[in-house]
């Protein structure tokens, strides 16, 4: 089957850098995504990896070790508006679904 | 384009009763998903659906049943409501090109209460 595993909290200060780490199984392997989601709302689409290596997208970065089913975010210049929470999600098994890890609550202090 | 939509925003049912959240989509997706996500648990996989007239089971499809009949719509219905049953459940959708199918649009939700 599938399963991932990321830190349930993570709280960092305003300004500064923060990783959030994931580890997946996964008997096949597509790809592995990131979503952010506020209190009360949905989950948006962050970034999305398939190949190692490190993905820009603004403040936002996202990595991937596919030899240690390893990736993690990067949250740069941390605004308040950040708190949320986040969840890695990996494409892959044997028919290819989507599944999201537990996530992952980011608390920002000022 | 609207997007993801998902009624009913919420719904109270009584223990046994049946219901169907209904999802639709105006991008063409041809995957579609539901999830149910409840404190803790993040988010799980309910069924899912390739293309139409094609669904599979997710992570937990027990007491669930899925339709694809068009492209655009997905419903969830629940047979006999149960209290584990209560749950916020969102909708989803992509493409699946390659790189595309990893990027899925949530709808809003649907927060159920079963009593």
């Known amino acids: 089957g599938q399963s991932l595993e990321q830190p349930s909290e993570v709280t960092a200060v305003e300004g500064a850098i923060v990783q959030i780490n994931c580890t997946y199984q996964t008997s096949g392997f597509y790809g592995l995504s990131w979503y952010q989601q506020h209190d009360g709302g949905a989950p948006t689409f962050l970034s999305y990896?398939?190949?190692?290596g490190l993905e820009e997208t603004g403040r936002f970065s996202s990595f991937l070790s596919r030899s240690d089913s390893y990736g993690y975010l990067l949250l740069q210049e941390l605004q308040m508006k950040d708190s949320a929470s986040y969840f890695c999600?990996?494409?892959?098994?044997?028919?290819?679904?989507?599944?999201f890890g537990k996530g992952t609550r980011l608390h920002i202090l000022p | 384009n609207a997007g993801v939509t998902q009624t009913p925003k919420f719904q109270v049912l009584k223990t046994g009763q049946s219901m169907t959240l209904q999802c639709a989509q105006d991008m063409n997706h041809e995957y579609m998903s539901w999830y149910r996500q409840d404190p803790g648990m993040g988010l799980r996989l309910i069924h899912y659906s390739v293309g139409a007239g094609i669904t599979d089971q997710g992570e937990v499809p027990n007491g669930y049943n899925v339709s694809r009949s068009t492209t655009e719509d997905f419903p969830l219905r629940l047979l006999s409501a149960a209290p584990s049953q209560t749950s916020v459940y969102f909708c989803?959708?992509?493409?699946?090109?390659?790189?595309?199918?990893?990027?899925?649009?949530f709808g809003p939700g649907t927060r159920l209460t079963v009593l």
């Open positions: 990896n398939a190949l190692d």
């Open positions: 999600a990996v494409r892959g098994g044997r028919d290819d679904k989507i599944i």
């Open positions: 989803a959708s992509s493409y699946t090109d390659s790189s595309s199918y990893n990027e899925q649009f």
